[in-house]
Nanobody
């Protein structure tokens, strides 16, 4: 059974940092690209970042460039998102997702999400 379990969310002040983790199990982790997607209150899903199967290629939404860093440890079957210089508009539930297909915007499995709240 494929499982993706996010952790690391919480309450942080503007300008602060958080590191999200996504523990994967039930499949061969390094066979798949992975993505982070978020959903802010009252809004739709927003793609955040993606990483290739070996970590050699990374991609970011424009508003996250320079602030967020995606990475993976295939030995630990874990995906990460380091978030720095957080803003109130980064408040959202963050999901990790297994990429399906050739692009980075179709997903076949999702985690349950972890809440990130940026507020003073």
């Amino acid at each position: 059974e494929v499982q993706l379990v996010e952790s690391g969310g919480g309450l942080v002040q503007p300008g602060g940092s958080l590191r999200l983790s996504c523990a994967a199990s039930g499949f061969t982790f390094d066979d798949y690209a992975m993505s982070w997607v978020r959903q802010a209150p009252g809004k739709g899903l927003e793609w955040v970042s993606a990483i290739s199967w070996n970590g050699g290629s990374t991609y970011y939404a424009e508003s996250m460039k320079g602030r967020f860093t995606i990475s993976r440890d295939n030995a630990k079957n874990t995906l990460y998102l380091q978030m720095n210089s957080l803003k109130s508009e980064d408040t959202a539930v963050y999901y990790c997702a297994r990429v399906y297909g050739l692009g980075y915007h179709e997903y076949d499995y999702w985690g349950q999400g972890t809440q990130v709240t940026v507020s003073s």
